[in-house]
């Protein structure tokens, strides 16, 4: 059973930076591409960012120029790197990855929050 693991949130003042992290083994050697998710409270789950098994990445409107997907394949970690953090990008962060049967059965981790300040 394929643990996912998210880790790097926490809380900063508006303009700050945080990575976030999610480890899932199994990623590379299965060649899955991985999404991130987020929700804040009362709202609905939003997509943020994907990074294909092949290196293409796509992001939201309301995130593009401020965060970078990016993947290590030796450590099965996929990062998102957040700049320039704006109260509304306080939400719980999930990472979920895709790509053929093995990495769509894996079930979702427990999340990173991030709090952004004012």
């Known amino acids: 059973l394929v643990q996912l693991v998210e880790s790097g949130g926490g809380s900063v003042q508006a303009g700050g930076s945080l990575r976030l992290s999610c480890t899932a083994p199994g990623f590379t050697s299965n060649r899955c591409g991985m999404h991130w998710y987020r929700q804040a409270t009362g709202k609905q789950r939003e997509w943020v960012s994907s990074?294909?098994?092949?290196?293409?990445?796509s992001y939201a409107d309301s995130v593009k120029g401020r965060f970078t997907i990016s993947k290590d394949n030796s450590k099965d970690t996929v990062y998102l790197q957040m700049n320039s953090l704006k109260p509304e990008d306080t939400a719980m962060y999930s990472c979920?990855?895709?790509?053929?049967?093995?990495?769509?059965?894996?079930?979702w981790g427990q999340g990173t929050q991030v709090t952004v300040s004012s």
């Open positions: 979920k990855p895709y790509g053929g049967s093995w990495c769509g059965a894996i079930s």
């Open positions: 990074l294909s098994s092949d290196g293409i990445t």
